[in-house]
């Protein structure tokens, strides 16, 4: 059963420092994996998707980076601004349609 | 502008009565989805279609049922709801097949059943 897991859950930062999220899972067998950032109550953002065969994809600020081999992926944030303050889910889609989940990091960037 | 659209938005009700979430997308996606958030166990899915008249059970099915009879629409319904049901409730559609094909995620249904 695929499981994903996230660190830190909670990041406080002042503004301007880069920072990096991680993801992990345990099933390597993925077809992509996508990055989200969720406001609180509201939907979900797409940030960034990886492609099982892509080492990385890049969205201005943003780097997210895939190991499917070691199950890790990382999202990069650089310059960080309270703007950027939100809950970042990555989620893993398998040979299949479902998307996993993982847990979320809660990132607050403070002016 | 490309998007998902669910109604309503906010919705309390009491137990066992039957209602219905809605949810339509403008991108003729064949995939769609329901998820449920919940503190501590993060999004699960309930129920998914492939294409129209092609629905499946994802992890979290008892209590709801869903239908798809177009491709645009993809309701869940909740015959009796229970308190258990209270949620955060977001539909999802991409198109079918491929890696590249990003998920696309409604604005959300906050439920409540007392």
């Known amino acids: 059963k695929q499981e994903v897991t996230q660190i830190p859950a909670a990041l406080s930062v002042p503004e301007g420092e880069n920072l990096v999220l991680n993801c992990s899972f345990t099933?390597?067998?993925?077809?992509?994996l996508q990055w989200f950032r969720q406001d609180p109550g509201k939907g979900l953002t797409s940030l960034l998707l990886?492609?099982?065969?892509?080492r990385e994809q890049t969205s201005g600020r943003l780097n997210a980076s895939l190991d499917k081999s070691s199950g890790r992926s990382t999202l990069y944030i650089a310059a960080s601004q309270p703007g950027d303050s939100a809950t970042y889910l990555c989620?893993?889609?398998?040979?299949?349609?479902?998307?996993?989940f993982g847990a979320g990091t809660i990132l607050r960037v403070k002016s | 502008e490309a998007q998902v659209t669910q109604n309503p938005r906010y919705l309390i009700t009491v137990t066992g009565k039957k209602l219905t979430v809605t949810c339509s997308q403008n991108m003729n996606h064949e995939y769609m989805s329901w998820y449920r958030q919940d503190p501590g166990l993060g999004l699960r899915q309930i129920y998914y279609?492939?294409?129209?008249?092609?629905?499946d059970k994802g992890d979290v099915p008892e209590g709801y049922k869903v239908s798809r009879k177009e491709k645009r629409n993809f309701p869940l319904i909740l015959e009796s709801p229970s308190p258990n049901q209270t949620s955060l409730y977001f539909c999802?559609?991409?198109?079918?097949?491929?890696?590249?094909?990003?998920?696309?995620f409604g604005p959300g249904t906050r439920l409540t059943v007392l």
């Open positions: 999802a559609s991409r198109h079918r097949g491929g890696s590249y094909n990003e998920q696309f």
């Open positions: 990886i492609q099982s065969s892509q």
């Open positions: 989620a893993v889609r398998r040979y299949g349609n479902k998307l996993v």
């Open positions: 099933d390597s067998a993925i077809y992509n």
């Open positions: 279609s492939m294409n129209v008249e092609v629905t």
